[in-house]
C-alpha cells in the first residue's frame, strides 16, 4: 500500500515499515542516515536503488507524520515540602 508517493507499506517487506516504493530502504534509515551527516551522494553509493526522489519521499513522509502528531502535555504538580 503506497502511504505518500514514493512511500509504501506491505506487511511482508521490512515487517511493515516503510520504505522506500520498490526496494527494501526504509524511510527511517533514510532520515537516521541524513540526520548523522550523511550526503545524498552517500546514501547513493551506501544504496544505487536509491534516488534523489526516494530521499524527497522519505523527508514527506516523516513532515507528514510529524504534522499528525498529537503532544499531550502532562502538568506536572510541584512538591511543596
Known amino acids: 500500500m503506497i502511504i505518500v508517493e514514493g512511500i509504501e507499506i506491505d506487511p511482508k517487506v521490512m515487517m511493515g515499515k516503510p520504505v522506500i516504493q520498490g526496494t527494501r530502504i526504509t524511510a527511517e534509515l533514510i532520515l537516521r542516515k541524513l540526520s548523522?551527516?550523511?550526503?545524498?551522494?552517500?546514501?547513493?553509493?551506501?544504496?544505487?536503488?536509491?534516488?534523489?526522489?526516494?530521499?524527497?519521499?522519505?523527508?514527506?513522509?516523516?513532515?507528514?507524520?510529524?504534522?499528525?502528531?498529537?503532544?499531550?502535555i502532562k502538568e506536572q504538580k510541584s512538591a511543596v515540602g
Open 36 to 72: 548523522e551527516g550523511a550526503t545524498e551522494n552517500d546514501l547513493f553509493d551506501a544504496y544505487p536503488r536509491l534516488t534523489r526522489d526516494g530521499i524527497h519521499a522519505a523527508m514527506r513522509y516523516a513532515a507528514d507524520v510529524l504534522a499528525h502528531e498529537e503532544i499531550i
